[in-house]
T-cell receptor
Framework: AQTIHQWPVAEIKAVGSPLSLGCTIKGKSSPNLYWYWQATGGTLQQLFYSITVGQVESVVQLNLSASRPKDDQFILSTEKLLLSHSGFYLC???????????FGPGTRLTVL | GDSVTQTEGPVTLSEGTSLTVNCSYETKQYPTLFWYVQYPGEGPQLLFKVPKANEKGSNRGFEATYNKEATSFHLQKASVQESDSAVYYCALSDEGGSAKLIFGEGTKLTVSS
C-alpha cells in the first residue's frame, strides 16, 4: 500500500528565514506530485505540480519554489519567509493520468 | 476560468437529521467532480468522485449526482452522525494536463448528539 509522509509535522519560523518542507511517497512508481497551501479556516490552493523527476510546474508561486530531486520526493522551499506564508502545507499524489488526488498529513507552518 | 461555489457555512445539525451541501461549478471543459472531507489537523480525504454527467457517486452514506444541465453536484446524507463533523469540499478537475484540482470554499459541518 502507498504511504505519503510529510516533514516536519510543524514549524515555527521567523520572518526572513529560509524554509524547506518535504514529502515522500512510498509504494507508487512515478506518481504525479502536488503542493497545496491552506490558510487557517480557508480553502486549498494548488501551488506546484510535477509529473516527473526534475520537472516542476508553478500554478501560484507565492514567493515559494519547488523541486523534485527523486521520483518519490517533492520539496517546497523559500529563502525568505513572509508572514503571509503561515498556514497548512499539503502534499498530494495521483497516478499518471489519474484525476483523484490523495493528500498527506500536512505541515503546519507559523511565521512570526 | 474554472470555479466552484459551495454552500456557505457553517452548518449545524442534530444527529439523525439530513444534510445537503450545495455545490455548483463553472467550466468550459468536461470536468471530473469530487467531494473531499477534512478532519481537524489532517489532510483532506477523498470521499468519492463522479466522472460522468448524470451519474452518482457515494461513500459512507454520502452521495451526490453530477447534474450537467444545472452544473451542480450537491452532497447529501440522509442521517448524519456526530462523527461526520468535518469540513467538506467539492472540487473540480478539468481535462488539462496538470490535473489541477479547484476546490470550493469548504462547508464546516458540526453534528451534535
Amino acid at each position: 500500500a502507498q504511504t505519503i509522509h510529510q516533514w516536519p509535522v510543524a514549524e515555527i519560523k521567523a520572518v526572513g528565514s529560509p524554509l524547506s518542507l518535504g514529502c515522500t511517497i512510498k509504494g507508487k512508481s512515478s506518481p504525479n506530485l502536488y503542493w497545496y497551501w491552506q490558510a487557517t479556516g480557508g480553502t486549498l490552493q494548488q501551488l506546484f505540480y510535477s509529473i516527473t523527476v526534475g520537472q516542476v510546474e508553478s500554478v501560484v508561486q507565492l514567493n515559494l519554489s519547488a523541486s523534485r530531486p527523486k521520483d518519490d520526493q517533492f520539496i517546497l522551499s523559500t529563502e525568505k519567509l513572509l508572514l503571509s506564508h503561515s498556514g497548512f502545507y499539503l502534499c498530494a499524489w495521483s497516478l499518471q493520468g489519474g484525476r483523484e488526488q490523495y493528500f498527506g498529513p500536512g505541515t503546519r507552518l507559523t511565521v512570526l | 476560468g474554472d470555479s466552484v461555489t459551495q454552500t456557505e457555512g457553517p452548518v449545524t445539525l442534530s444527529e439523525g437529521t439530513s444534510l445537503t451541501v450545495n455545490c455548483s461549478y463553472e467550466t468550459k471543459q468536461y470536468p471530473t467532480l469530487f467531494w473531499y472531507v477534512q478532519y481537524p489537523g489532517e489532510g483532506p480525504q477523498l470521499l468519492f468522485k463522479v466522472p460522468k454527467a448524470n451519474e452518482k457517486g457515494s461513500n459512507r452514506g454520502f452521495e451526490a449526482t453530477y447534474n450537467k444541465e444545472a452544473t451542480s453536484f450537491h452532497l447529501q446524507k440522509a442521517s448524519v452522525q456526530e462523527s461526520d463533523s468535518a469540513v467538506y469540499y467539492c472540487a473540480l478537475s478539468d481535462e488539462g494536463g496538470s490535473a489541477k484540482l479547484i476546490f470550493g470554499e469548504g462547508t464546516k459541518l458540526t453534528v451534535s448528539s
